[in-house]
Nanobody, 118 residues
Framework: QVQLEESGGGLAQAGGSARLSCAASGMIYIIGDMGWFRQAPGNQRDMVATISRSGNTNYTDSVKGRFTISRDNAKTAVYLQMNSLKAEDTAVYYC????????????WGQGTQVTVSS
């Protein structure tokens, strides 16, 4: 199994920045893509950004140019730098890791709240 532990988040001002971190442990050799997802109250969990083991990234349109996902060389941690924050970025952010065999995001962190005040 893979365990994911997020840190960062909290309260930020609109137009400000925040940084999320996620550290993986356990069976890290099975991890393929990693990513960040978010869920606002009453909404489903949506993809924010993903990054492959080779560093290829994918972003949802609403965060392009504002958020940057990165991954360390050992492939055991993933980060999300969030700039120019908007009130609509307020959500619980989840770190996810995919099994490299299936490509399915099977492993999740506990979630961290990001609240952007306008």
């Amino acid at each position: 199994q893979v365990q994911l532990e997020e840190s960062g988040g909290g309260l930020a001002q609109a137009g400000g920045s925040a940084r999320l971190s996620c550290a993986a442990s356990g069976m890290i050799y099975i991890i393929g893509d990693m990513g960040w997802f978010r869920q606002a109250p009453g909404n489903q969990r949506d993809m924010v950004a993903t990054i492959s083991r080779s560093g290829n990234t994918n972003y949802t349109d609403s965060v392009k140019g504002r958020f940057t996902i990165s991954r360390d060389n050992a492939k055991t941690a993933v980060y999300l730098q969030m700039n120019s924050l908007k009130a609509e970025d307020t959500a619980v952010y989840y770190c996810g890791a995919a099994n490299w065999r299936t490509g399915r995001f099977d492993y999740w962190g506990q979630g961290t709240q990001v609240t952007v005040s306008s």
